[in-house]
């Protein structure tokens, strides 16, 4: 199973990142796919998840400005985070599988800046 994170690499203030996550050699409406960041010198941070039959979770702490949704006819997820500021640079992870975190992108930085 192969996870590939795409998008812009920079996002300015106040607007909307969006990044979508193509998955192969498995099916989206199969288990559970997160979105989880890393900003520099911190930890992971999960954002939120959608699972097998389409539902959605997320973070509390982000739960205002985060949108989960998903194209099962192109096997893809995408991130949705809105009014963004200079503390959502991270390096941004999707992540999916039977027990959630099975599977990994490579993770693609964004960097929000003016």
């Known amino acids: 199973v192969q996870l590939q994170e795409s998008g812009p690499g920079l996002v300015k203030p106040s607007q909307t990142l969006s990044l979508t996550c193509t998955v192969s050699?498995?099916?989206?409406?199969?288990?559970?796919w997160s979105w989880i960041r890393q900003p520099p010198g911190k930890g992971l941070e999960w954002m939120g998840a959608?699972?097998?039959?389409?539902?959605?979770a997320y973070s509390p702490f982000l739960r205002s400005r985060t949108f989960i949704s998903r194209d099962t006819t192109k096997n893809q997820f995408t991130l949705q985070l809105s009014s963004v500021i200079p503390e959502d640079t991270a390096v941004y992870y999707c992540?999916?599988?039977?027990?959630?975190?099975?599977?990994w992108g490579q993770g693609t930085q964004v960097t929000v800046s003016s």
């Open positions: 050699d498995t099916s989206i409406t199969y288990d559970a």
């Open positions: 992540t999916g599988g039977p027990t959630w975190y099975n599977y």
């Open positions: 959608i699972t097998s039959s389409g539902g959605t």
